[in-house]
């Protein structure tokens, strides 16, 4: 026994250095002298499965497991193997009878773990994650699986406790640094991921850590940085979409200065040139390429930059529609519905797609549509293709006649959306998310249409009309629009005045002072033009020769980078008025909704942001009084507090000019009367604005017209 152990470590120790002839030979003299010696059956296993032998591979497992069922490692092997041939159910098994055999081995837990959460039983296959960690709790890769599945659910906080428990057992464990950044990212906190990834690519460069990098740091708004980050994925990697198509096409979350726009607007139309000229559609790769590429970004902070988007948009929407063609090509014709009863034959299918049905001001306004929908006249649809979920989701279920929730690929989407056979499909917010666009440039529906939940034309020859607001459209808007342009009565949907919040803090709670005059201007960093800076400048200037406080209430940024950079320019902008900004600008970061209520109702003035007009925002805060200060733009998405004052009959703070503007939000500031009686006339036209279900009916006289055709 004692020269077999010694050519056992001698074969090992040869398997190890890479010489597996040698092993082999060694393993087989073993089996010559002592025939049931199963480790040598499972390593000559191993051996003929790394040399491509499978089936004489998991031959040898077999017997190795049928001479020594305790043998562990056999099982493992077995199953690695069964499932490399495509037998996973087998491979399964195995795991389960290991688990039978040894109870507490974590490496196997481990394994089947992570073979069922591929065959999509996530629950049972977190929980031999858990068992594995309740039997070795310091065991890192465990901790680093589970809460990568954590990171993918959606699970934020608990992704980030148990990849910061590996990383504390195993600080050099490159994918939990790298999950810890992703996690970071989607949770907000930028300035953590960074950290995160530029410690990944510092023990080891890869091209997808630079990448996501990339992502983060374009997020923060550090334009140039996120640039370096994609050029360095695709030198690493030069077959790399994702980071191609955000190297041409990123644009920047905000500008320091006008001729930035210029500058990145230019970049963005030589990156759409150079992709569209460089994609080929008629090779199987360059198909798959770009419809990874066009997976990986929306063009989304294009229409930020206040000017007309159609030409641009439908450049890109053609570009989209080809690659959607060229790989679903059975989804790219109008469909021909089936013959077949319907379940309502009498009723039109409407259906509602979107990743936002939930608490998203991008199709959180369709609930007033769907719930006010006639359904003796029409059948609804509800299609949720994003991940997380929550009460507002749970509601479009119960406001849907079928509800479903795909997270999947796209093309179960698309052969779902098919299958429904729906009259007419409305995309709620195209331009908000990657999926949303790419299945928006098929043929799911006879007729299909977008909506405001992102304010700007789709450019997509796919879809037909943009249903949108008479109130908010300029004249001669047609022509800001690639679809059909529909304009609904008033402002085009159906919205329920918020209620008020069961606690209400005081300023103080906001850091506010109880003798200022509060300005609320809470929006998304990106919706500030570098332009209008100084119209916060000019308003403080103005009330402090009256002898009175403004303080201004902005949304802080998600990151350092963020805040130091709107910090620079409302510093640039007080400073040419002789004011400090620290003094009179208060950042906050982002509230729960209650406690954002609370914050209109301790405030004086609503500013609506210039060229891109509050709409969710502009709606809660008329419902607690608040005057709004508003300069209509050119175009639908700078109009929409406009619309809303004109609803409630209220007229007096809509300014004709910047010069206009500052001097209405002045007056409103220094004068409590006035602001007063606009409060007054803003309550009494409530009932006109909220739950306005006129729009409703004669959108659904539009779907009963075009259903005719």
């Known amino acids: 026994m004692a020269n077999l152990a010694e050519l056992f470590a001698a074969a090992v120790q040869y398997h190890q250095a890479g010489h597996l002839s040698q092993a082999a030979q060694l393993y087989q003299q073993i089996l010559q002298q002592q025939p049931d010696h199963a480790r040598a059956l499972n390593m000559l296993g191993v051996i003929a499965c790394q040399t491509g032998n499978l089936p004489e591979g998991i031959r040898y497992y077999q017997q190795a497991i049928a001479l020594s069922p305790m043998l562990i490692d056999a099982y493992h092997n077995l199953a690695l193997a069964l499932q490399m041939t495509g037998k996973v159910d087998e491979a399964i098994q195995q795991y389960r009878i290991a688990i039978a055999q040894q109870p507490n081995h974590v490496e196997t837990h481990h394994q089947l773990g992570r073979l069922l959460i591929q065959r999509g039983q996530i629950n049972e296959g977190m929980g031999h994650y858990q068992q594995a960690l309740a039997i070795k709790p310091n065991y890192a890769p465990v901790a680093v699986s589970l809460g990568t599945v954590l990171l993918q659910l959606g699970r934020l906080p608990d992704a980030i406790a148990y990849l910061q428990q590996a990383l504390q057992t195993q600080p050099d464990l490159v994918p939990a640094w790298q999950c810890l950044g992703q996690a970071f990212q989607l949770s907000g906190r930028l300035d953590e991921a960074v950290t995160a990834l530029q410690h990944s690519l510092s023990l080891q460069p890869n091209p997808a850590i ?19 980050q994609f050029q360095a994925a695709l030198q690493l990697q030069p077959n790399y979409p994702d980071a191609d198509w955000q190297h041409q096409l990123i644009l920047p979350v905000g500008y320091d200065t006008p001729a930035q726009r210029v500058h990145y607007r230019q970049r963005f139309c030589r990156g759409l040139n150079e992709l569209i ?34 030409g641009l948009q439908q450049k890109y ?21 089936s013959s077949s009863p319907a379940p309502s034959p009498q009723k039109l299918r409407i259906g509602y797609l979107s990743a936002h049905l939930m608490a998203h001001s991008a199709a959180a306004w369709a609930r007033g549509w769907m719930r006010e929908h006639d359904r003796q006249q029409f059948e609804i ?3 949720h293709i994003g991940q997380a979920t929550d009460f507002i989701t749970q509601e479009f279920h119960d406001l849907s006649d079928h509800f479903r929730h795909l997270p999947g690929d796209l093309g179960r989407i698309a052969q779902q959306v098919r299958a429904d056979q729906l009259d007419i499909l409305i995309f709620t917010d195209i331009g908000m998310d990657a999926r949303t666009t790419q299945l928006a440039g098929l043929r799911l529906a006879p007729v299909q249409c977008t909506a405001w939940g992102h304010p700007v034309t789709s450019g997509l020859p796919t879809i037909d009309y943009y249903l949108s607001s008479d109130l908010m459209e300029p004249d001669h808007a047609q022509q800001h ?16 005045k918020p209620p008020l919040p069961d606690v209400r803090y005081p300023r103080a709670q906001f850091g506010l002072r109880d003798d200022a005059i509060v300005f609320l201007s809470f929006q998304a960093p990106y919706k500030y033009l570098p332009q209008y800076d100084e119209v916060f400048a000019q308003i403080a200037d103005r009330l402090t020769q009256r002898n009175l406080m403004a303080q201004f209430v902005f949304l802080r940024p998600a990151s350092n980078y963020g805040v130091e950079r709107w910090q620079r320019r409302l510093q640039s902008a007080f400073a040419t008025v002789g004011l400090e900004s620290q003094n009179h600008c208060v950042l906050l970061p982002k509230l729960d909704r209650p406690v954002y209520w609370s914050l209109n109702l301790v405030s004086d003035v609503f500013l609506d942001t210039i060229d891109w007009s509050g709409g969710n925002s502009t709606l809660e805060a008329v419902a607690y009084g608040l005057p709004v200060v508003t300069l209509p733009g050119a175009f639908m998405r700078g109009r929409h507090s406009a619309a809303i004052l004109q609803r409630l009959g209220v007229t007096e703070t ?12 002045v007056r409103l500031g220094t004068e409590p009367m006035w602001r007063q009686e606009i409060t007054a006339k803003i309550q009494a036209g409530h009932d006109r604005l909220y739950d306005d279900r006129e729009c409703v009916r004669a959108l659904e006289a539009f779907f009963q017209q075009v259903a005719r055709r």
Not at 294 to 300: A, K, M, Q, W
Not at 486 to 493: D, E
Not at 654 to 665: C, E, M, P, Q
């Open 317 to 337: 929407g053609h570009f989209v529609h080809q690659i959607m063609t060229a790989n679903y090509p059975q989804w790219s014709a109008i469909p021909t519905l």
């Open 210 to 228: 630079h990448y996501l990098l990339g992502k983060v740091l374009e997020e923060q708004g550090n334009t140039e940085a996120a640039i370096v």
């Open 481 to 496: 629009y690639s679809e059909q342009l529909v304009r609904l009565p008033n402002i085009g949907i159906c919205y329920s």
């Open 654 to 665: 809509i300014a004709t000019n910047l010069i206009d503007y500052i001097n209405l939000a």
């Open 277 to 310: 000229q460089q994609t080929n559609l008629n090779s199987t790769e360059g198909k798959q390429a770009a419809l990874q590429g066009l997976g990986s970004r929306t063009n989304f902070y294009l229409a930020y930059q206040g000017w007309n988007d159609r």
């Open 381 to 383: 649809y509800g299609y």
